[in-house]
T-cell receptor
Framework: GAVVSQHPSWVICKSGTSVKIECRSL??????MFWYRQFPKQSLMLMAT?????????EQGVEKDKFLINHASLTLSTLTVTSAHPEDSSFYIC????????????FGPGTRLTVL | KQEVTQIPAALSVPEGENLVLNCSFT??????LQWFRQDPGKGLTSLLL?????REQTSGRLNASLDKSSGRSTLYIAASQPGDSATYLC?????????FGTGTSLTVIP
């Protein structure tokens, strides 16, 4: 099956710094990638939809200037958490959508971000 | 390694029927189980979250149950509507990782 990787798997950073998370589709081209986050004891929630070569579409309540998404190629999307704060500590997971009618999504293993 | 299976893979029902979607998992050591809805080309929409200490959750016409000991969860949809047509995914969280099921594609016929 299609494989999606994320890097890093976990990261600890100081408050005020920026962190970049990469999401790669390893054996297929993904025209669309999705970014999700999950706070402790809460549901996984969609943050944004990223289409290759165009600006990402953010869900309500997600700050686009804080969570920068770049989908520069059909196999790579990046999420940069700018000026991170402790409340940004969360589990971030991406998925890549296979082109086609069903739009099946394949999920990365996730990145655990802890902001001190 | 955790494995999550959903049955059936596809389901077609007439409008108004009640239906049950099934999710099974092999490792009962989970933090929680979540049910999602996926529409074509869209991101997942969270429907229900059941913590490992809970047995069920309800939201409107949706009811999800969790039996950790048997590794099963069901999503019950009452009085189905054409707008419920979508793919439904379950996912378990454990070991700092998510494990997604393969999904059930639901079609509700007007």
């Amino acid at each position: 099956g299609a494989v999606v990787s994320q890097h890093p798997s976990w990261v600890i950073c100081k408050s005020g710094t920026s962190v970049k998370i990469e999401c790669r589709s390893l054996d297929f081209q993904a025209t669309t990638m999705f970014w999700y986050r999950q706070f402790p004891k809460q549901s996984l929630m969609l943050m944004a939809t990223s289409n290759e070569g165009s600006k990402a579409t953010y869900e309500q309540g997600v700050e686009k200037d804080k969570f920068l998404i770049n989908h520069a190629s059909l196999t790579l999307s990046t999420l940069t958490v700018t000026s991170a704060h402790p409340e940004d500590s969360s589990f971030y997971i991406c998925s890549a959508s296979v082109p086609g009618l069903l739009g099946e999504q394949f999920f990365g293993p996730g990145t655990r971000l802890t902001v001190l | 390694k955790q494995e999550v299976t959903q049955i059936p893979a596809a389901l077609s029902v007439p409008e108004g029927e009640n239906l049950v979607l099934n999710c099974s998992f092999t490792d009962s050591a989970i933090y929680n189980l979540q049910w999602f809805r996926q529409d074509p080309g869209k991101g997942l929409t969270s429907l229900l979250l059941i913590q490992s200490s809970q047995r069920e959750q309800t939201s409107g016409r949706l009811n999800a149950s969790l039996d950790k000991s048997s590794g099963r969860s069901t999503l019950y949809i009452a009085a189905s509507q054409p707008g419920d047509s979508a793919t439904y995914l379950c996912a378990v969280e454990g070991g700092n990782q998510f494990y997604f099921g393969t999904g059930t594609s639901l079609t509700v016929i007007p």
